[in-house]
């Protein structure tokens, strides 16, 4: 038998693995041995041993009767008699090896039929292996989907660490998802786009005081001056005439973008 080990995860009792049930072997063994004895095996292997008992004991006593001889020609008779005796005892014991695997086999039949397993850890459960069969299988799909498989077998997704935007009346919201088993909604989204940039961009700027503003403010234009002056020089290296016409215009625009950004 197998067990089914479960975890309890944000209330979801969560399937983490397959183990191998315990058998109590002082429990278990009283009944194997009781149901042994009525098999045919057992029954065989008893009659052999009995069989091979009388061959042994009329060995032994065929050895005493030639000790006890009081002619040489008796002695030789009861010398015989032993002999053939135990010629004929290998060969029961032969025959007998030959029975013990079938008995060992069914003694190993009995036991899993008669186990008595010990009471399973908290967390697991006892059971069949057919039954461990379907559940690492879809222990299987369930990982290749990226979800969690539960103890009804059903597929529980994780998206825990994600961050889930909504965009509702021209604004965008977020809601940080901390456990298992909370999809993703519809309208919602997991990736920040432009407009979620542009947002949390505007709302920190909104959050900055009027010295805050002004200095990043200029930090940006200055900046935008060193790339306007790189892209002229670029421009009349590569010879194009109206380099500095370009790089104004392109410096310009950026410029108003910034105004734009910051209130101006």
Known sequence: MKTRITQNIDGYDIIIGIGDAQIDGVATMPKVENALKETAEYKSVEAKKQELSVILNGAAQALKNARNSKTQSEKNGYVTEYQQALEKSKVIESELKELIAPLQAKQQELIFKHAVYFTPKQGESIIT??????????????????????????????????????????????????????????????EINDEIIAQLEAERISKLSAKEKEAEKTAAINSLGSQAAFMRSTLEIQGDSKALEKSKEWYNAEVEKINLRYGA
Do not use: H, Q, Y
Request: glycine content about 8%; overall charge negative.
């Open 129 to 190: 292996p057919e039954e461990a069969t379907v559940i690492e299988n879809a222990m299987i799909t369930a990982t290749g989907n990226n979800k969690f498989l539960d103890v009804n077998l059903s597929e529980i997704c994780d998206n825990r660490g994600k961050t889930a935007w909504l965009k509702k009346d021209g604004k965008w919201s977020k809601r940080e998802i901390t456990k298992i088993g909370d999809e993703i909604k519809p309208g919602e989204i997991t």
